[in-house]
């Protein structure tokens, strides 16, 4: 029954994902065509606590954290290139700051609250990383997860006695609602970034980083700009996420896997398309909650398997696939008229 | 004086077990352009199958390097022929080839890591083994600690030999320095960087199993070993293979002496220097 139920608010995320592809290739503003049952599938999410049994929103809160995670990193990593195993330091700050903030501010603040402060080290490591490509700044944003958490290990032990913290927790519908307007913001923001000069800036520095320089493309603006905007949201998530958990520590609050399973899941689906994340996301990390507890052996090394079946034989991911079989019904049609 | 002692030779031990785990990945990436994410579950490996080997068969762990190490040299070779060289074909430049290498061996890593889980289970398991200690100037020393300390000196100096005095090991460099130019030239190059990853991958099993005569392991130490070669690696310049000898050395003594100051500190001090380094100087202390 929940199943069912998480099942179907997971093909309206879907059909929200595709819809805002869509509109993305649409030349003018037609693209409210489909708007209308945009608003239904919206509607079926938000209402989900009143007809859904409490699992099951809740389990669509741990889909939706991942979703968010691989949507605003492939919005960077997927046109640019540069690999940023990142994720789980925003969403780490973002915990951070609910665990420190909060038990004296309202919810929605501190969930602001984390998200700006990722957008300030997304900043700060952006500007810093300038000059670094390929292998070394998929490195280094790996280095900086670990720095943080031994760093922060070390500070807790040493100055506070104890490894972790204790979190207020909030309401669980509350928790759902707030994920589900982060994820809208990420799907509007992703909407804006593509459809403005910057996504094409972006695909260009993909392309050829010098190239794109030489064209005006103020190439550094650009990409710190978007790193930024986009740890926004993995920020928050972390923030409201964190009310769910109650407890934490450095290892737990930034855990590494995070940081693999947005590019692993963006991969899965294919980054050519607006929904290729989405779907990946949503997938795999309902697999996640379903498989996770119950065999995580088996879950994890099934994980590694299709990975390495995904990169060696769909290197375009779940998108490439149904890219493919679309051509082939329409080819079949030319060929019948 | 004695204290002076105590700390670098401490780190001079640690950094032997440093300095060869970076070895092999520096060679996988140097020449087979593999970031092999996956190079700490070889270690492991290495440790767990001597683990096993000692306690149930009873094969001395120095005789297990012999065997742990042809088998890592075989995984890794097959891994590469199945893997690693479908991805090569296909990749169109080299950028993407090391992206979605570094990638599937992400992939590589979850699938040893839970066959690992899944035979020896999540414990942390230990055996004693060559217990005595011995003195230099009034500190003590584990006997065992000195002869990882040998052992991986030995197969730093052999592979340097062997990459500098053989032919096949001419063609190892020739490789690292353009692996299409060597092909060009008559090198067998699928052959070379399969051999390469293979070799890493022995000198990771062969590391795994010093390791397990000093530290305790567990299914999941891949990761630890992982981030020190990363660190080792980047600290002596990515692909350089006497950075990485120097830099595992070099790693070694700068943990004790932070050890000696705050134990808690250790990793922190490694991921700040890793991290500085790559913003200051990204090709290593001896990069080209």
Not at chain 1, 117 to 127: D, E, H, I, M, Q
Not at chain 2, 87 to 93: K, W
Request: net charge positive.
């Amino acid at each position: 029954m929940e199943d069912l139920m998480v099942g179907i608010n997971l093909l309206a995320i879907l059909y929200i994902s595709w819809f805002v592809d869509w509109a993305l290739k649409q030349k003018k503003s037609k693209a409210w065509l489909f708007s209308g049952l945009v608003l239904i599938m919206l509607a079926v999410l938000i209402t989900l606590p009143y007809y859904g049994p409490t699992y099951s929103y809740i389990m669509l809160t741990g889909i939706l954290m991942y979703l968010i995670l691989t949507v605003s990193w492939s919005i960077f990593s997927g046109p640019t290139g540069y690999i940023s195993l990142a994720p789980a330091a925003f969403f780490g700050v973002g915990i951070y700051t609910s665990a420190i903030l909060g038990k004296e501010f309202p919810v929605l603040i501190v969930v602001l609250f984390g998200g700006l402060l990722s957008v300030a080290l997304a900043a700060f490591v952006g500007a810093i990383t300038l000059r670094l490509r390929g292998i070394y700044f998929i490195v280094f944003t790996f280095g900086l997860v670990l720095l943080i958490i031994s760093v922060l290990l070390w500070y807790e032990i040493k100055f506070t006695g104890t490894r972790g913290r204790f979190i207020v927790a909030a309401e669980n519908d509350m928790i759902y609602y707030i994920m589900l307007g982060i994820m809208v913001l990420l799907f509007i923001t992703g909407y804006l970034i593509k459809r403005s000069k910057y996504g094409l800036a972006l695909q260009t520095i993909g392309q050829n980083e010098e190239a794109a320089a030489h064209m005006g493309i103020n190439v550094n603006a650009v990409k710190i700009a978007v790193f930024a905007i986009t740890s926004i949201f993995m920020g928050m998530a972390g923030a409201i996420m964190a009310m769910r958990w109650t407890y934490l520590d450095p290892y737990s609050a930034f855990d590494v896997f995070r940081s693999f399973l947005p590019v692993l899941m963006a991969i899965f689906g294919g980054m050519k398309r607006f929904y290729g994340p989405v779907l990946g996301a949503v997938i795999l990390a309902f697999l996640e909650e379903k498989l996770l507890t119950e065999f995580p052996y088996y879950y994890k090394l099934s994980f590694g398997i299709v990975l390495i079946l995904v990169i060696i034989y769909l290197p375009d991911g779940l998108v490439g696939l149904v890219e493919k079989f679309t051509r082939r019904i329409q080819g079949v049609k030319r060929a019948g008229a | 004086m004695e204290r002076f002692l105590d700390v670098t030779v401490a780190g001079l031990m640690l950094g032997g077990l440093y300095a060869l785990i970076a070895m092999g990945m520096s060679l996988q990436y140097g020449v087979a352009r593999v970031f092999n994410i996956a190079h700490g579950e070889f270690i492991m490996l290495g440790a767990m199958t001597t683990y096993t080997l000692f306690t149930v068969f009873h094969v001395s762990p120095l005789l297990a390097v012999a065997i742990c190490g042809p088998l890592a040299f075989v995984l890794g070779y097959v891994i590469h022929r199945l893997m690693f060289r479908k991805l090569q074909i296909s990749a169109p430049s080299q950028g993407v080839f090391e992206s979605s290498s570094m990638l599937a061996s992400f992939g590589l890593m979850f699938v040893i890591q839970n066959l690992a889980l899944l035979i020896w289970g999540p414990e942390i398991r230990q055996y004693s083994y060559m217990t005595q200690t011995f003195s230099i100037l009034g500190a003590q020393f584990g006997l065992r600690r000195l002869v990882t300390l040998v052992f991986a000196v030995g197969i730093g100096a052999v592979f340097y030999l062997f990459l500098a005095r053989t032919r096949i090991g001419k063609a190892i460099r020739a490789a690292g320095q353009d692996a299409s130019i060597a092909g060009l030239m008559g090198v067998n190059i699928n052959w070379v960087l399969a051999l390469c990853f293979g070799l890493g991958a022995a000198m990771a099993g062969a590391a795994g199993v010093l390791i397990s005569m000093c530290y305790p392991d567990s299914a999941i130490m891949g990761q630890e070993y992982l981030t020190v070669a990363i660190i080792v690696v980047v600290l002596g310049g990515l692909g350089s293979i006497p950075g990485s000898f120097i830099g595992g050395f070099a790693l070694g003594i700068i943990g004790s002496i932070v050890a000696f100051w705050d134990t808690g500190l250790v990793m922190a001090a490694f991921y700040a220097i890793f991290v500085i380094l790559l913003l200051v100087r990204p090709k290593g202390i001896l990069g080209k």
